[in-house]
């Protein structure tokens, strides 16, 4: 087991893996920028070291500052956490080159699989069902022809990233020009890649993921699922596990087709593969995120199995002593994002923090770099913590988050709170009908 792990990341996800290291025994290594001085993690670390200025280049994504650090430091593993350098397969790479374990899948298999387009090419191999898609993408011109092969409306996608950026919908061919620069010039902006293809755009969907673990024996543990359709712009607002309504034959559909694409790729640790799913549980594989997902703290709530100490575990060759969750129980656990945000106009907060209470009681969980007092910024994504419920039924779970929220205190900026109230009592929501146009639905009634 390594001795002592960097995390090469900020805020909440590096408090959790912090917080995870130190139950194992395991010594950490914190980075920082200038402007995440006075961040917890940085307090909560054995060893925390500022790494460059504010801006995210100079600080969490400067790979060569890290690697320095590590090494000056005696560490033996990198974990990246979620976001920033998470899924950068040549940073991994270069963690091999210079003797630093990562705690990930290896570079190769993060390589094929950050490639959307690689990864529908595996996918298909494997013989997991998807939609129709194109090549990557030369010009405006060639997606349209593609486009109209396929029929609209499409999705042009970015191959590279994630986190909705670099998507555009698109319905006609007079909108494909506009689409294409707009999705072009983002993914380059934020992945260095703007590589893009196409995909037939479903709608009246959900969005359903599948939480595997997998070890460098070949052993593979399916974890469950979580719907994930509450989306703005691309970017989740609400999780559960597990997806209600579901069937058992599409679970085991799903499950299925999950098994089969980690033993195509030979994936090792923590990952998660994403399907759409029509209203008529037809399934089709979207993408894997090589990393742990934010959402994560659903399926341990669920299942009881820590994810991150597991993570760490086979990373460094350990195996996997459970097998699949059979979910007998029933029991249901929900999570909203808290985002430093106006809830009406979505518009990022800053400031800082004047007074702080966390809910608490049975089955509740705030996940936060959150303290009385701290300094929220304008450099960085804004979530601030993730709430988390676990009920002995979904009623329950729906029941327990409104509660939960409701206790909620954040003053000195503005967060999202009431807005996931206001979602946790919409009809869609608590008949678990809604698709991932839940949001545009709901904010057209919220308008009216």
Not at 8 to 14: F, L, S
Not at 77 to 99: D, R, T, V
Not at 359 to 388: E, H, N
């Amino acid at each position: 087991m390594y001795k002592k792990v960097l995390i090469a990341n900020r805020g909440e996800v590096a408090i959790r893996v912090i917080r995870a290291c130190r139950e194992m025994g395991i010594k950490t290594v914190a980075v920082y920028s200038k402007a995440d001085k006075d961040s917890l993690h940085v307090a909560l670390a054995d060893e925390a070291y500022c790494i460059g200025n504010s801006a995210l280049k100079d600080s969490y994504l400067n790979e060569d500052a890290i690697i320095t650090i590590a090494q000056g430091t005696k560490t033996d593993a990198i974990h990246p956490g979620y976001g920033l350098l998470s899924e950068n397969a040549s940073f991994a790479k270069k963690c091999q080159e210079n003797h630093l374990a990562w705690i990930g899948p290896s570079y190769e298999v993060m390589d094929l699989l950050s490639r959307k387009d690689d990864a529908r090419a595996l996918a298909k191999k494997a013989r997991v069902p998807m939609t129709e898609g194109s090549q990557i993408l030369k010009s405006s011109e060639e997606a349209i022809k593609w486009a109209e092969k396929i029929g609209y409306p499409v999705l042009l996608k970015a191959r590279s990233g994630g986190g909705g950026k670099g998507i555009r919908i698109v319905e006609s061919a007079s909108e494909m020009q506009h689409a294409y620069v707009a999705a072009k010039t983002e993914a380059k902006t934020a992945f260095g890649d703007g590589a893009l293809f196409l995909e037939k755009y479903l709608t009246g969907i959900k969005h359903i993921e599948v939480q595997i673990i997998a070890d460098k024996s070949g052993n593979i543990a399916v974890l469950g699922e979580r719907d994930c359709s509450v989306q703005r712009s691309n970017q989740k607002l609400i999780e559960e596990s597990p997806a209600h309504l579901l069937s058992d034959k599409t679970r085991k559909k799903l499950y299925s087709a999950a098994r089969k694409l980690v033993k195509e790729s030979k994936y090792v640790t923590v990952g998660t593969i994403e399907f759409l799913m029509d209203s008529e549980e037809n399934i089709y594989f979207c993408e894997m995120n090589t990393r742990l997902q934010v959402e994560h703290s659903v399926t341990e709530m669920v299942t009881g199995i820590d994810l991150v100490k597991w993570q760490i575990r086979t990373a460094a060759g350990y195996e996997i002593p459970f097998g699949d969750f059979n979910n007998e129980s029933g029991v249901c656990a929900i999570e909203c994002r808290i985002n430093a945000e106006n809830a009406e106009t979505g518009m990022a907060s800053c400031g800082t923090v004047e007074l702080f209470h966390a809910p608490g009681g049975p089955g509740v969980r705030f996940d936060t770099f959150l303290y009385q007092g701290m300094p929220v910024s304008p450099f960085y994504d804004s979530l601030l913590g993730k709430l988390i419920v676990r009920g002995c039924d979904r009623e329950e779970a729906i029941r327990k988050m409104r509660s939960a929220l409701s206790e909620l205190v954040v003053t000195g900026i503005d967060i999202n709170a009431d807005l996931h109230l206001k979602i946790l009592r919409e009809k869609d929501f608590i008949v678990a009908t809604y698709g991932t146009d839940f949001f545009k639905k709901f904010k057209e009634k919220s308008q009216k």
